[in-house]
């Protein structure tokens, strides 16, 4: 019989209880890529911090295991040294990022909220990649026009990872495909927003669900029809949309 120990450590492992939503055909699919490729190759680090945002009330909002480790693995892939975050809440996705730049590697990060981020920053900083992150309070959209208004910012970013209010998503975009580099690489996460994308008009949806729901469905048309862009949405998580600057 399992001890109270391991019952809580059972929870903590199990993705229901931090509240992800699975896209696959059955959870027990979903429970099956996370127990065999990704949390025996999950960095303590970030095991740890996944641990710490399970306790907090939003922990809703985290990225998933199996995200963090599709986002370490593409970044890497594609060498990033200079890249950027909007929306950080406890720093899950930030970690994987900071983790698969080089020493040198740089992420501006951007939220609203600086009390999130500093409960998982204790982790980060033990992890010996808090020297990599450049972490702004405020509202995103600002600060990305602070940063277009310098030319040598342009084409400069590497990666951006976008993971933040959906309803200003298409001035993200209007705005960082200026800041990405020709080559370079933009996530937008959350582009089948809990499958909702597909629902009928009068589904049962909660109400944050179907606020955004015009937002993110309006997001991925102009995506598609950019010619700006290539792009590849994928059924990770609650669905990423990368798109690579081609002009
Ligand atoms: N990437 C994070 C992770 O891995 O845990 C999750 C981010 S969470 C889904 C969304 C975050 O966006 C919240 O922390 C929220 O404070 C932040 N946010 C909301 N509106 C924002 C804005 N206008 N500018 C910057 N951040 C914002
Ligand atoms: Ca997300």
């Given at each position: 019989m399992a001890t109270n120990g391991e019952d809580n450590q059972n929870q903590v492992s199990r993705h229901q209880e931090v509240g992800h939503k699975s896209l696959l055909q059955s959870d027990a699919l979903y429970q099956y890529i996370l127990e065999t490729s990704v949390y025996p190759k999950e960095p303590e680090p970030m095991k740890e911090l996944r641990e710490v945002t399970a306790k907090?009330?939003?922990?809703?909002?985290t990225t998933s295991a199996d995200e963090g480790q599709f986002l370490n693995m593409l970044l890497k892939l594609i060498n990033a040294k200079n890249t950027m975050e909007i929306g950080?809440?406890?720093?899950y996705s930030l970690l994987a990022t900071a983790l698969a730049l080089p020493d040198d590697g740089k992420i501006l990060a951007m939220d609203i909220n600086r009390e999130n981020y500093e409960l998982g920053l204790p982790v980060i900083e033990k992890a010996g990649v808090a020297h990599k992150i450049d972490f702004r309070e405020g509202p995103a959209l600002p600060l990305l026009d602070q940063l277009i208004?310098?030319?040598?910012?342009?084409?400069?970013?590497d990666f951006i990872f976008v993971d933040a209010d959906k309803d200003n998503y298409i001035n993200y975009h209007k705005r960082l495909i200026d800041l990405v580099k020709v080559g370079g690489v933009i996530g937008y996460d959350n582009t089948l927003w809990n499958g909702s994308?597909?629902?009928?008009?009068d589904a049962p949806l909660r109400k944050y669900v179907r606020y955004y729901r015009d937002f993110v469905l309006e997001l991925n048309k102009a995506l598609a029809a950019d010619p700006r862009i290539e792009i590849c949405m994928l059924p990770v998580g609650d669905g990423i949309t990368l798109c690579r600057r081609i002009k």
């Open positions: 907090h009330p939003w922990n809703i909002m950080v809440y406890t720093g208004a310098d030319e040598k910012n342009h084409g400069s970013y994308v597909v629902a009928p008009p």
